[in-house]
């Protein structure tokens, strides 16, 4: 498994300051031209988020870090039609009301067979979570994972959050504010589901 890691720093409007780690590879990696460290810097994070629900639960994290000054540590799932990755998101709170957020890439394996690639269409019927990648077919209320899904990944989907991963988010923001709330000075972040 290649070992994975990208930084960002943003502060309290979600302008990227700073990227870097293997930043560039992963954009790559993953077709993005349009995310190259030179044409990120000095725009919003939000810009470069697809979906209003994924927006909204970012910015709550960045948000809860910088209010709180306590870091926190977040679960994802970023796959490609080859590979699920599992990565793990560590947002720090840092001096001059900015937050530094690690991309650590955790674990990955080979989807066999791979899945249909997918791209994204603000139209399209189908959708998929930004957080753990699960699938709601149109006309479904049923959240599928990818694991499973193969050749029936669709081709065009809209991102949102499904109910799992907005739990779990709202699970970890309550945590970090209790934490701060109690005035714990150890920075002992929350447990990973
Ligand atoms: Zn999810």
């Known amino acids: 498994m290649k070992f994975l890691q990208v930084y960002a720093v943003v502060d309290t ?3 990227l300051l700073w990227v870097g780690g293997e930043w560039d590879e992963f954009a790559l990696q993953n077709a993005a031209q349009s995310a190259l460290a030179n044409t990120v810097l000095s725009t919003s994070l939000m ?3 697809a979906g209003d629900d994924t ?3 970012t910015s709550r994290l960045i948000d809860t870090v910088l209010t ?3 870091p926190l540590r977040l679960e994802y799932r970023c796959d490609s039609p080859s590979m699920a990755r599992k990565f793990l998101l560590t947002i720090q709170p840092m001096k001059d009301d900015r937050a ?3 991309h650590d890439l955790r674990d990955a394996w080979h989807f066999s067979p791979p899945l249909t690639p997918w791209h994204y269409d603000p139209h ?3 959708c998929k979570c930004s957080y753990c ?3 709601m077919f149109d006309g479904s209320s049923d959240w599928v994972s990818c694991d499973e899904i193969e050749e029936r990944h669709p081709a065009f989907v809209t991102y949102a959050v499904c109910p799992t991963c907005f739990d779990y988010v709202d699970g970890v923001v309550n945590e970090v504010e209790a934490r701060a709330a109690a005035g714990t000075d150890t ?3 929350n447990p990973v589901r």
């Open 68 to 70: 709180t000054k306590k």
């Open 187 to 189: 920075d002992s972040e």
């Open 47 to 49: 810009a470069h988020i």
């Open 133 to 135: 990648g699960h699938v």
């Open 124 to 126: 399209a019927r189908d």
């Open 55 to 57: 927006r909204l639960l």
């Open 13 to 15: 409007s979600y302008r």
């Open 100 to 102: 530094l957020m690690v």
